[in-house]
C-alpha cells in the first residue's frame, strides 16, 4: 500500500520491510557508562537541591515556640524508587551480555549528605504541622505578649510635650477624626518646621522613646526595632519586595511616576477591612486583576508579615488597654461578618498600606481612622534620618528622627503628620497599618450604621447611649491611652486577669 505526495511522490511504509538483512541489522556500541549510578546520581542531587532550598527559605523567628519532639510519630519519608540495581538484578543482564559485566561495579556515592538532607526536611514538616495544630482556630485576637518581654526589652525613655490630647479635634461622636479647613497637603521642609518652633527629637531609631502628654499618657511611641540581629535583613528584604512591585506597576501601565494624591507622590498598596467613603457596610478593599496579584504576592512576603506582627506587638506592650480593646470589638466584627480576611495571622490591624518608593508623605491628618486610636509604621530604604525623612506631629511641634528599619505608633486620626524630604538619590519606603473608626462605629451600632440605626423606632436614642453626650466619648477614649507610671499595671490587668 503506497501513498502519493502533493508532487506526485510515492512512498509506502512497508518499504523498509523488503530491504535487504544486510542493511536492516542495527550496530550495537557498548560502553563504560553505568545508567542506574547516573539516575541515583540525579535523584540525589534533586533531593540536595530541594533540602537547600528548604534550608534558604527557613525562616528560624517563625519557629521560636516551637522544639524538635523526638516522640514525634509522622513516619520516615519512603525510599527513592531509583534504587541502584546490581548486574545480576538488571533486566537486560541476561538478555545482552556485556563485555563489561565482570568489571567491578563503580561505587555508589555516598548516602550521608541526602539522609541528612532527608532529616532537615522531616524536621521542617514537623514543625509545620506542629503549628498548624497548635495555632488551628486561632485568630490574631488570640496572641498575647511574652510576660519577658517587657522585662528583657530595653529601658524605654520618655518625652513630655506641653500638649493635652484632649484638644485634639475629633469629631462628633468621637469615632473618626475631624475635617481640617488648613490642611496643607503639601511637603514641609526642616527649616520651615524649625521656623515655625519645631522641635528637633534626635533617636536612634533601636531604642524605646515614649512621647507623653501633658497629663502623662502615652500618646506616641517610638517602638524602635527588635533585639534581633536579622532585623536590618529583614527591612531590605520587605523594601526590595516593595520596590519589585513598584516596578511591575510601571510596567503594567497600572501606575506612573509622578502621580500625586493626598499623601505624596508614591505608590501606595492597599489592603484589608475598612468601612466609610460611601461603603453600606464592613467590607474587604476591592483591586483590579493585576492589583490583586501584586498585593497577593506582598503580604506572603514573610519579611513583611515580621514587621506587621511587630507593630502590633509594640501596641500590645505600650497600649494594652486600646490593644484589648481593639482585639474585643475586632474580634465580634470578624465573627459577625465571616467574609472579612485578616490581612496577617499575627496582627490585629484589619488594614495595611505599603508606600513603595520615594514615600515622602505630605502634611494630612488620616481623619478616617480611629481618632483614639494608634497607627504602626515602619520605615526603610536608604536615606540620612538627620538631614531629611523626619516624622513631625504639628499640634505637639515635634520633628522626629524616623531612621530607616524603626518603627513608630502614633494617633493618625486626630493629629496632623508628614515627612520631611529626603535628599537626592535616596529612596525611603514604609509599611503603615491602621483601623478605621467606622467599623467600631458599626459595631456599637448594634453591626449597623448610624443611618440604619436612625431609621429604627428608639434609634436616636440608642445612638446616644453609645456616643454620650458632646465629648463624653472622646474623654472615655482618651482613658484608653495608658499613663507612663500605670503602664506596668496595664499589662497586668490587659494579659494576666
Not at 63 to 87: H, K
Not at 200 to 217: C, F, H, M, S, T
Not at 330 to 348: A, E, V
Request: glycine share 8%; charged share 25%.
Amino acid at each position: 500500500m503506497s501513498r502519493r505526495t502533493r508532487s506526485g511522490a510515492q512512498f509506502s511504509p512497508y518499504e523498509l520491510l523488503n530491504l535487504p538483512n544486510s542493511l536492516r541489522s542495527f550496530e550495537i556500541i557498548r560502553t563504560n557508562i553505568s545508567l542506574d549510578a547516573l539516575l541515583h546520581d540525579a535523584v540525589a542531587d534533586d533531593d540536595l537541591y530541594a533540602a537547600e532550598q528548604e534550608a534558604a527559605n527557613y525562616n528560624p523567628e517563625d519557629d521560636w515556640e516551637d522544639v524538635d519532639d523526638p516522640d514525634s510519630t509522622l513516619p520516615p519519608s519512603p525510599p527513592s524508587p531509583l534504587t541502584p540495581l546490581t548486574p545480576s538484578s538488571s533486566p537486560t543482564s541476561s538478555a545482552v551480555p556485556s563485555p563489561q559485566a565482570s568489571r567491578p561495579a563503580s561505587p555508589a556515592p555516598s548516602s550521608v549528605p541526602v539522609e541528612k538532607a532527608r532529616g532537615k526536611q522531616q524536621a521542617a514538616v514537623r514543625r509545620s504541622r506542629r503549628r498548624q495544630r497548635q495555632h488551628a482556630g486561632e485568630t490574631p485576637y488570640d496572641k498575647r505578649p511574652d510576660a519577658r518581654y517587657s522585662q528583657s526589652h530595653r529601658q524605654q525613655e520618655s518625652h513630655t510635650v506641653h500638649f493635652d490630647l484632649a484638644d485634639a479635634p475629633a469629631a462628633a461622636g468621637a469615632w473618626v477624626g475631624r475635617q481640617r479647613a488648613n490642611a496643607t497637603h503639601r511637603l514641609r521642609t526642616l527649616p520651615e518646621l524649625l521656623d515655625e518652633g519645631g522641635e528637633v527629637v534626635e533617636w536612634n531609631g533601636r531604642d524605646p522613646k515614649l512621647i507623653v502628654d501633658a497629663q502623662g499618657r502615652i500618646i506616641a511611641i517610638l517602638l524602635g526595632t527588635p533585639e534581633d540581629g536579622e532585623w536590618p535583613r529583614v527591612i531590605e528584604d520587605a523594601v526590595a519586595a516593595m520596590a519589585r512591585a513598584r516596578r511591575e506597576a510601571i510596567r503594567s501601565g497600572e501606575w506612573r511616576v509622578g502621580t500625586v494624591h493626598r499623601r505624596g507622590t508614591h505608590l501606595p498598596v492597599r489592603d484589608g477591612v475598612s468601612f466609610g467613603g460611601g461603603q453600606k457596610k464592613p467590607g474587604n478593599l476591592c483591586h483590579s486583576r493585576f492589583m490583586r496579584r501584586l498585593v497577593r504576592r506582598l503580604l506572603r512576603n514573610k519579611s513583611i508579615r515580621r514587621i506587621a506582627g511587630f507593630q502590633s506587638m509594640g501596641l500590645a506592650l505600650y497600649a494594652p488597654k486600646l490593644y484589648r480593646y481593639y482585639c474585643k470589638v475586632l474580634r465580634t466584627l470578624f465573627r459577625n461578618h465571616p467574609k472579612l480576611i485578616h490581612t496577617f495571622p499575627n496582627s490585629i490591624f484589619p488594614a495595611i498600606t505599603l508606600n513603595c518608593g520615594d514615600t515622602v508623605t505630605f502634611e494630612h491628618c488620616d481623619i478616617h481612622n480611629c481618632v483614639h486610636g494608634l497607627c504602626g509604621i515602619t520605615s526603610g530604604g536608604h536615606f540620612d534620618h538627620v538631614l531629611g525623612g523626619h516624622l513631625y506631629l504639628r499640634q505637639l511641634r515635634l520633628i522626629i528622627q524616623f531612621p530607616s528599619g524603626a518603627t513608630v505608633l502614633i494617633p493618625s486620626g486626630c493629629l496632623d503628620h508628614g515627612n520631611t524630604p529626603i535628599q537626592h538619590n535616596e529612596t525611603r519606603y514604609s509599611v503603615t497599618q491602621y483601623a478605621a473608626g467606622g467599623l467600631f462605629r458599626w459595631a456599637a451600632y448594634g453591626f449597623q450604621s448610624a443611618k440604619s440605626l436612625l431609621a429604627q423606632p428608639g434609634g436616636q436614642d440608642v445612638k446616644d447611649a453609645f456616643d454620650g453626650v458632646p465629648g463624653s466619648r472622646w474623654k472615655w477614649g482618651l482613658n484608653l491611652f495608658s499613663k507612663h507610671d500605670e503602664l506596668d499595671a496595664d499589662r497586668v490587668a490587659a494579659f494576666q486577669s
